[in-house]
């Protein structure tokens, strides 16, 4: 069995880390504080560029993890606590794939590709929040950046109390232990 992820996945791991941090924290922060002109439509379409490759790289990552063999689970923790780790990345996986369906409906009941991509002259909605599903992808997005940080910190704790470093589990493997 081995050490490490396969390097696909690595890759895919923390090139997605960035490019969520990135996501998460500029819609949050800085596009939806936006008022809705046409001064608006540069932010959207780099958003909506980003949401759209973020979600096939979900996809492709989702087939890499199927198809390539896996280090072996944790072993220096209870059952429930292996139980929760592995809810924990199905939600965030289920979340994120989540987030970017609601974005597309979103961006389809607004007109928003015919006016951020198409040059259409119709105005923006005066605010996405009017729409449930504006709504739903505000709230998962809050429940995105939890989960991800429930991550991080699961990862610290289970080292500090281990004393084990598992981030070497999600990096290239030495050149001792390639298969
Ligand atoms: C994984 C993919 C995505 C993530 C993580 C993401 C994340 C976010 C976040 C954090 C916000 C701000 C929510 C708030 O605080 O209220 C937001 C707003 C928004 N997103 Fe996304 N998004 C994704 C994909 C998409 C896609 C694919 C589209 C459109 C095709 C889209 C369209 C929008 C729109 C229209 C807003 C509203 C901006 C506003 O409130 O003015 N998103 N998104």
């Known amino acids: 069995m081995p050490k490490t992820y396969s390097n696909p996945l690595v890759i895919l791991h923390w090139f997605q880390g960035i490019l969520l941090t990135f996501i998460l924290v500029s819609g949050t922060l800085v596009l939806s504080n936006i008022p809705n002109t046409i001064a608006k ?22 087939i890499v993890l199927a198809k390539y063999p896996k280090p072996a689970k944790l072993t220096q ?28 409906v979103l961006g389809r009941m607004t007109g928003l590709s015919e006016i951020i ?11 996405f929040k009017a729409l449930t599903v504006g709504v739903v992808h505000g709230m998962l997005s809050k429940v995105l950046i939890a989960l991800i940080v429930i991550h991080i910190i699961g990862v610290f704790s289970y080292m500090l ?8 589990r999600m990096w290239f493997p030495k050149p001792k232990d390639r298969r």
């Open 77 to 104: 923790m209870g059952i429930l606590r292996e139980k929760l780790i592995s809810l924990n990345h199905l939600l965030i996986y289920m979340v994120i794939l989540a987030m970017a369906v609601s974005g597309i």
């Open 161 to 168: 109390k281990t004393k084990e470093n598992i981030l070497k």
């Open 117 to 127: 991509f198409f040059g259409s002259t119709l105005a923006l909605p005066e605010n």
């Open 41 to 62: 439509i540069g932010s959207l379409k780099v958003h909506i560029v980003l949401g759209l490759f973020i979600f096939l790289l979900t996809i492709v990552r989702l």
